[in-house]
């Protein structure tokens, strides 16, 4: 089953405003006139916000560090051009740092920087770490804490010139290279083309893999194929000093266990990954969408927890899963399913490492959920992975080929388009065609099933569910279970089901608390099924133990090895990891 929370990118950096002891380079006339303009343009930021136009554009110390930064890319061969500083009028900076998360406070990076290939970003990092500016990386943008987006101090570099994927070998030897900017739904259009591959990925079609697979990359494909990030072969990452290093089993051996499971923790930039595909234009799906009342939770709990029994016992690489909402105003047009209780099944018949047949699934669907509504298709992969794909976006255009009939009107009803309407819309995926929306999310793991008692709390607590509130139950079973917690720092290897709850909404204050008030009643009300662990890819700075619920075991080796790649915390966030131990940083 697919999960939601692969919603990020790459950590925010952050480094102190301190005096300037030897005068930088002066700043150029450009450079000048934007910070001066930029200075005017945002006096009334936030006082939550870090403000350098406030505070330390006073004494024009961002001001030299921005002017050094710059000398020292243009020295270094990097076109100035690259770079679109904010307070030029350019409206191209307007277009560039919308953010869509409503419920988080809007912020002006300095500027925006594009890299075109890994040296790029060494050059970058060493001159910012150089000039003392912090540098915050911007996959997919769509953290949903926000931390790809850095604050008034931070310069964005942004990877959208860096969105390459290549295919290289053949069959079993094939090999996926993928730079850190390119979006999950271009990746399987391109895949799909060329020889018909595929990768155990999120769904969530605008998001950067790079961001999800380091910190796990749940979806729909884990059970037979296991994560993502159990699929990396290799990764290119730059470290504090620009210096770039690859890492595999074979090289910088404890930065690849390191960067396959720290997620938000970061102690490095990926600037590419490379990863083992699996054939998908041979395997066969048999998708069962079952649905029922929302009056029916009870039933539906039950069967669902009998077949995820059945499947364990009988065939654990089924994919499951379980949205619980009662309507999305905001959302229907996007999420493919209608209000109500719907669980999602997936059986892959893979020639090579799954080659059972359908027939007892179709079976135990039809014997467990005879009292629900029970619809089957048969999708190939690429049908599959974008009509099911969770994409909240505006549309630039109608795609289908009916008048007045948008392509996610077909994914609602059901209807699975042509390829060539999914390769269209695959192509007009943006990371700024995201709606503005106010998002809050809560998840954790529960790693067991859940008694008669339960499922009746569990009733009563769903019975006065508003709208635009939204649940996933998925199952974490199967391939990611036969990974051992150390074999990579992604740790969560015995939980049964993540359960996620979301508030996506409108910006209108009244529909917000609405949604909000009952998020946090009902995850109090079900904190008994808390097995202490949270998906590091579903970030929530209100966890305070957050280190210990992404990383468990794994945590002490994490810090060990953020401080020897990173020891003077030059990549910093509220979720990037300590160079000291916890228990040390809680004693300062």
């Given at each position: 089953?697919?999960?939601?929370?692969?919603?990020?990118?790459?950590?925010?950096?952050?480094?102190?405003?301190?005096?300037?002891?030897?005068?930088p380079p002066p700043l150029t006339s450009r450079l000048a006139d934007s910070l001066r303009q930029a200075?005017?343009?945002?006096?009334?930021?936030?006082?939550?916000?870090?403000?350098?136009?406030?505070?330390?554009?006073?004494?024009?110390?961002?001001?030299?560090?921005?002017?050094?930064?710059?000398?020292?890319?243009?020295?270094?061969?990097?076109?100035?051009?690259?770079?679109?500083?904010?307070?030029?009028?350019?409206?191209?900076?307007?277009?560039?740092?919308?953010?869509?998360?409503?419920?988080?406070?809007?912020?002006?990076?300095?500027?925006?920087?594009?890299?075109?290939?890994?040296?790029?970003?060494?050059?970058?990092?060493?001159?910012?770490?150089?000039?003392?500016?912090?540098?915050?990386?911007?996959?997919?943008?769509?953290?949903?804490?926000?931390?790809?987006?850095?604050?008034?101090?931070?310069?964005?570099?942004?990877?959208?010139?860096?969105?390459?994927?290549?295919?290289?070998?053949?069959?079993?030897?094939?090999?996926?290279?993928?730079?850190?900017?390119?979006?999950?739904?271009?990746?399987?259009?391109?895949?799909?083309?060329?020889?018909?591959?595929?990768?155990?990925?999120?769904?969530?079609?605008?998001?950067?893999?790079?961001?999800?697979?380091?910190?796990?990359?749940?979806?729909?494909?884990?059970?037979?194929?296991?994560?993502?990030?159990?699929?990396?072969?290799?990764?290119?990452?730059?470290?504090?000093?620009?210096?770039?290093?690859?890492?595999?089993?074979?090289?910088?051996?404890?930065?690849?266990?390191?960067?396959?499971?720290?997620?938000?923790?970061?102690?490095?930039?990926?600037?590419?990954?490379?990863?083992?595909?699996?054939?998908?234009?041979?395997?066969?799906?048999?998708?069962?969408?079952?649905?029922?009342?929302?009056?029916?939770?009870?039933?539906?709990?039950?069967?669902?927890?009998?077949?995820?029994?059945?499947?364990?016992?009988?065939?654990?690489?089924?994919?499951?899963?379980?949205?619980?909402?009662?309507?999305?105003?905001?959302?229907?047009?996007?999420?493919?399913?209608?209000?109500?209780?719907?669980?999602?099944?997936?059986?892959?018949?893979?020639p090579l490492r799954h080659p059972e047949t359908n027939e007892a699934f179709l079976g135990a669907v039809?014997?467990?959920?005879?009292?629900?509504?029970?619809?089957?298709?048969?999708?190939?992969?690429?049908?599959?992975?974008?009509?099911?794909?969770?994409?909240?976006?505006?549309?630039?255009?109608?795609?289908?080929?009916?008048?007045?009939?948008?392509?996610?009107?077909?994914?609602?009803?059901?209807?699975?388009?042509?390829?060539?309407?999914?390769?269209?819309?695959?192509?007009?995926?943006?990371?700024?065609?995201?709606?503005?929306?106010?998002?809050?999310?809560?998840?954790?793991?529960?790693?067991?099933?859940?008694?008669?008692?339960?499922?009746?709390?569990?009733?009563?607590?769903?019975?006065?569910?508003?709208?635009?509130?939204?649940?996933?139950?998925?199952?974490?079973?199967?391939?990611?279970?036969?990974?051992?917690?150390?074999?990579n720092s992604y740790a969560h290897r015995r939980s049964t089901f993540n359960i996620n709850v979301r508030?996506?909404?409108?910006?209108?204050?009244?529909?917000?608390?609405?949604?909000?008030?009952?998020?946090?009643?009902?995850?109090?009300?079900?904190?008994?099924?808390?097995?202490?662990?949270?998906?590091?890819?579903?970030?929530?700075?209100?966890?305070?133990?957050?280190?210990?619920?992404?990383?468990?075991?794994?945590?002490?080796?994490?810090?060990?090895?953020?401080?020897?790649?990173?020891?003077?915390?030059?990549?910093?966030?509220?979720?990037?990891?300590?160079?000291?131990?916890?228990?040390?940083?809680?004693?300062?």
């Open positions: 089953m697919k999960s939601i929370c692969f919603l990020i990118v790459f950590p925010l950096y952050i480094i102190s405003v301190e005096s300037v002891r030897n005068k200075a005017g343009n945002v006096a009334s930021v936030t006082s939550n916000t870090v403000g350098w136009f406030t505070d330390a554009y006073k004494d024009t110390v961002l001001g030299y560090r921005m002017g050094a930064l710059e000398s020292c890319l243009v020295k270094s061969g990097f076109d100035s051009e690259q770079i679109i500083y904010h307070g030029q009028g350019d409206l191209r900076y307007k277009h560039l740092n919308r953010r869509w998360n409503l419920r988080k406070d809007r912020v002006f990076p300095p500027a925006f920087i594009f890299p075109e290939s890994t040296t790029d970003v060494g050059k970058i990092v060493r001159c910012a770490f150089e000039s003392k500016i912090a540098m915050i990386p911007n996959s997919g943008g769509q953290s949903q804490e926000a931390i790809s987006w850095g604050n008034n101090q931070t310069c964005v570099l942004d990877f959208r010139r860096m969105a390459k994927v290549n295919v290289e070998g053949s069959g079993e030897n094939a090999v996926i290279q993928v730079q850190p900017g390119a979006l999950v739904g271009h990746i399987n259009a391109h895949l799909w083309r060329n020889g018909g591959y595929g990768l155990p990925m999120t769904n969530a079609l605008t998001t950067g893999l790079a961001g999800d697979a380091i910190g796990g990359g749940h979806g729909y494909f884990s059970s037979l194929y296991g994560l993502t990030v159990d699929n990396i072969l290799e990764l290119e990452a730059v470290d504090a000093n620009g210096e770039i290093h690859k890492a595999n089993p074979q090289k910088n051996i404890d930065l690849f266990w390191a960067l396959r499971g720290v997620g938000p923790g970061y102690i490095g930039i990926v600037t590419g990954l490379k990863l083992k595909p699996f054939q998908a234009s041979d395997i066969t799906l048999t998708f069962a969408k079952i649905q029922y009342p929302l009056k029916e939770f009870v039933d539906a709990w039950k069967a669902f927890q009998n077949f995820h029994s059945w499947a364990e016992e009988n065939d654990a690489s089924i994919s499951r899963g379980m949205y619980i909402t009662k309507e999305l105003a905001y959302l229907k047009d996007v999420l493919p399913v209608a209000p109500g209780i719907t669980i999602e099944l997936l059986h892959i018949q893979d039809s014997e467990i959920f005879a009292n629900g509504q029970t619809t089957i298709s048969n999708p190939n992969y690429f049908q599959f992975v974008s009509t099911t794909g969770y994409a909240p976006i505006n549309f630039p255009k109608e795609i289908s080929g009916e008048p007045g009939v948008t392509l996610s009107e077909k994914f609602r009803t059901g209807v699975i388009p042509e390829e060539k309407e999914l390769y269209d819309y695959s192509s007009a995926l943006d990371k700024e065609i995201s709606f503005k929306r106010f998002l809050k999310a809560k998840s954790f793991f529960v790693n067991r099933l859940m008694s008669a008692e339960e499922i009746s709390a569990l009733s009563r607590a769903l019975k006065d569910i508003p709208t635009d509130v939204w649940i996933l139950v998925s199952a974490e079973t199967g391939s990611v279970q036969t990974h051992n917690y150390n074999e508030y996506e909404g409108t910006s209108a204050k009244k529909e917000s608390t609405v949604g909000m008030t009952w998020l946090y009643k009902f995850w109090d009300a079900i904190k008994f099924l808390d097995s202490g662990e949270t998906y590091q890819n579903c970030q929530d700075l209100e966890e305070e133990d957050h280190f210990r619920r992404n990383y468990l075991q794994n945590l002490g080796k994490l810090i060990d090895a953020k401080r020897k790649w990173d020891p003077t915390e030059y990549f910093r966030s509220e979720l990037s990891l300590p160079t000291q131990s916890l228990r040390l940083l809680s004693k300062s």
